[in-house]
Structure formats: C-alpha cells, structure tokens
C-alpha cells in the first residue's frame, strides 16, 4: 500500500507540473491512439488493392490523403504506426533502464572482478560503432521489431550502467548503507532495498528519454530500410513516401504526417523524462547551470551587458589617443 501510495503522490506532483502536465496528457494520448488504432482508423493501413484512389490530396473522406503508388489511407497509417513506435520505444527504454541500473549497481557495490568485467565490456560497446554493427545484426538475425527491440537493448544499455556505477560509489559509503551491512544484510539486500532506490531518478529519466531515443533510431532504420517489412511504422511511412516519389509529385501530405509523429513521440517524452528528473531530484533545477543563467537574463543584465561594452570602448579610444599623443611628442623631441 505504501508503494502504490507513492506511485500516487509522484504521479501527482507529475500533473501538478506544467510542462510535466504537458508531456503526461502527450504520452497519454498517444497512448489511447495506439490502444485503439482499430477503432480510430477509418480504413485497413494494409489494403493495397484501392488502385483508383492513389494520390488523392486530404479530403473529408481520406483526411490526410493517399499514397500515391498503392492509394493506402496516410491517416489510418499514422495511426497504426503509434503501435510499433511505442513498442519499439517504451519497451526498449524500460528493458535498457532495467539492465543498466542492475549491472552498474553491481559494478558500482560489488566491485572487484565483477567491476573490472563489466566497466571493459561498457568500453568496448562504446568504442564499437553502432550503425553498421546495427545493420550486419539485422541481416543476420532478421528485421522483426522484436530483433530490433533486442539489438537496442544489447546497445543501449552501456551509458547508463556506467552513470549508475558512479553514483553507487557514493550511496555505497551512506549512513544507511554501513547500518544495513552492520545489521548482516546481504548484499543482494542492500542492493535491491537500499543502492538500487538512491538511483531511481537516474532510472526514471533514463527510460523516458531512452524511448524517445529509441523512437527516433527505430524510424531511421525504416527509413534505411532496415525496419520490420510486415509492419507499419512512421519510418516506413518515409521510406515509402522517399521511394515514391512524394517530393517529386508535390505529396507534402505523406512526408508531413510521419514526421509530425515522430516529433509529437519524442517531444513528450523527452518533456516527461526531464521533469520526471525534476521531481525526483529536486536539486537539478536550482543546482543547474544553464537553470542559473537564464534566471539572470533579464533587461537588467542586457542593460549591463551593453554598457560594460561602451566602457570598453571608450576605454580603448582612450588609450589610442594616449599613445597617438605620446608618439606625436617623441617625433616632436625628435
């Protein structure tokens, strides 16, 4: 009960924040989109066979328009490309965040052998480059979105796992840390009840920015044609409108409606994970220093800005009229 009693009050204080407000009603609604794609697309994404409604410009009946070489629905096709970006998205973010936060308290706790295995293997993941590694891996194990969801776990989780490894270096050395290895808990224990809670806003906003991340990286690979064929996505939405020529034809509508997706998916996500961050760290904002700046940027501060300039300036015409008269005595003397 106390847990769900928590999960209530961040929630809470979530909606209470105004861009946190923003991103929440976003996710939420993609979220319904997606849930209900069935219900809210007025035709199958699927059908290829309507010949005589190929390019058809946004009308009442088709509300953004058809595809030009097989007179699909684009909207309908938005629609259900929320499934896989959200799939693709949400479930990579949280199985990167889980396999991230587990390895690096592990390093970070344990230390030793465990450390050293896991810290080179991060090194060597990071040095790797990821995009070709990306396409030999899809060739050889297939172009199904669950591969990929793999892949971007197998890649994903190195940068987080060693940001949880410097951080358990310092919760490892807490009051309570030493009260519970005092007490004779293990260190699973200590993990799992005590390390593993002092990295939650870390965890938190890894998972949410991780899947807007993941949304824009699993529409690149579509785009590449490197995406699951069987299944609609808005990156295959703009590989298709690339390959059939809607530039050429004028088809604004097919390129304009996967990329307004994609922009609307990683926009509130990326609003949600940095106020989740917020809330659960509320030092981040007032200990930040960009926060710190533009708190100070104000007319005041413009105002000083340009008078320091003009003294400047009236400080170096000073000194050249000095030396010119300096120079001019000496010829003089001369």
């Not at 390093?107 to 090194?123: E, H, K």
């Not at 990929?148 to 940068?159: H, P, Q, R």
């Not at 009051?175 to 009840?193: C, D, F, P, Q, T």
Request: charge should be positive; aromatic fraction near 10%.
């Amino acid at each position: 009960m106390k847990r769900i009693r928590n999960i209530g009050v961040f929630f809470g204080r979530l909606w209470s924040h105004k861009q946190g407000k923003v991103g929440l009603v976003m996710v939420s609604f993609l979220i319904l989109v997606a849930i209900f794609a069935p219900v809210i697309a007025p035709f199958n994404p699927y059908d290829v066979s309507e010949r005589t409604m190929k390019g058809l410009s946004p009308n009442t009946k088709h509300l953004l328009g058809t595809t030009i070489n097989t007179g699909q629905d684009i909207f309908s096709m938005l629609v259900y490309g929320t499934r896989v970006s959200l799939i693709v998205g949400v479930t990579s973010g949280v199985c990167i965040a889980m396999v991230g936060s587990v390895l690096g308290v592990a390093a970070g706790y344990i230390g030793g052998f465990v450390d050293t295995l896991i810290m080179r293997i991060v090194d060597i993941m990071l040095v790797i480059p990821t995009l070709p590694l990306v396409i030999v891996l899809t060739n050889v194990l297939g172009r199904d979105f669950w591969i990929i969801i793999l892949i971007f776990v197998a890649l994903g989780w190195t940068g987080l796992a060693r940001t949880i490894r410097s951080l358990v270096l310092v919760l490892k050395n807490s009051n309570y840390v030493k009260a519970a290895e005092l007490a004779g808990a293990s260190r699973w224990h200590v993990m799992i009840r005590h390390i593993l809670p002092g990295t939650s806003h870390l965890v938190i906003m890894s998972t949410a920015l991780s899947s807007a991340g993941i949304m824009v990286a699993e529409a690149g690979l579509s785009f590449l044609g490197l995406g699951d064929p069987t299944a609609i996505s808005w990156g295959k939405m703009l590989a298709d409108a690339q390959s059939g020529g809607a530039l050429l034809f004028g088809a604004w509508w097919w390129i304009l409606a996967p990329g307004f997706g994609i922009f609307l998916a990683v926009f509130s996500f990326m609003r949600l994970g940095i106020v989740m961050e917020e809330i659960a760290n509320p030092r981040m904002k007032q200990t930040s220093g960009v926060y710190k700046i533009f708190k100070s940027l104000d007319s005041s501060y413009v105002e000083d800005v340009f008078n320091s300039m003009d003294d400047y300036q009236q400080i170096g015409l000073t000194e050249r009229v000095q030396r010119g008269g300096t120079a001019h005595g000496t010829n003089l003397e001369a």
